[in-house]
């Protein structure tokens, strides 16, 4: 059984549908993709998938059980890190669990013990005003996971990055995966990141939006950069254009 589904999502404001009879479902230490252009319902459909809110249609469900409309069930990152900048790093990261009810002292045991394992080591004592915009997506990443072990929804987390800060963090996020196993969707405009991250790829486009293609990703070469100069993965970059098109 999938860890995650979303069967027949649809949502309508005022009689206007904005998205409709949409089915994703991620595996266990899944990476999917949701791309679309601007104004598809990209971010209508997270938001139903966070449970912040309930779809005209459809359901969600995380290992088998309904969760449609219940937030906190899974985690949901926003394009910015929003580490709050009167907090340190540490306490940025231990906030989803003093909100569950852990004591404040508790929750910095724990999230210490993932420090290394994230990279960022020494940095439990900094503000996030002091760190680099790689290593503050890093404490966003891991304050997303002990939220929720199990799924994260991903909202552009590297389009603030620039280019080699962005291809350094896609190599350590693909690495930290394999450890944590965390299932994930992300939404991305960048075409390259979705076929370099990802096990498959959702494409939404219409109006309203719907997921028009499926694509799974598979790579005959294991070494992700040398899949990037590929022909497959040329092949793959003019298949996904076509469809947004």
Known sequence: M??????NIAQSYEGQAVIDDISIQLEKNEIACLIGTSGVGKTTLFQILSGLHQPTMGHVLLDGHDITGQAGKVSYMLQK???????????????PLIIKGMSKKKA?????????????????KKYPSQLSGGMRQRAALLRTYLFSNKVALLDEPFSALDALTKHEMHQWYLSIM???????LFVS?????????????YVMAGSPGR???????????????????????????????SYLQ
């Open 2 to 7: 999938p860890i995650f589904q979303a069967k």
């Open 211 to 241: 997921i028009v293609k499926e694509i799974p990703i598979i790579r005959a070469l294991q070494d992700r950069d040398a899949f990037s100069l590929s022909p497959q993965f040329l092949m793959y970059k003019k298949q996904l254009l």
């Open 178 to 184: 394999q450890k944590i196993e965390l299932a994930t």
């Open 189 to 201: 405009h960048d075409i390259d990141e979705a076929i370099y991250l990802s096990d498959k790829v």
């Open 108 to 124: 910095r045991i724990k999230v210490n013990s993932y420090f290394d394992q994230f990279g960022l080591s020494g940095t439990q």
């Open 81 to 95: 890190d929003m580490l709050l900048p009167y907090r340190t790093i540490e306490d940025n990261i231990a906030l």
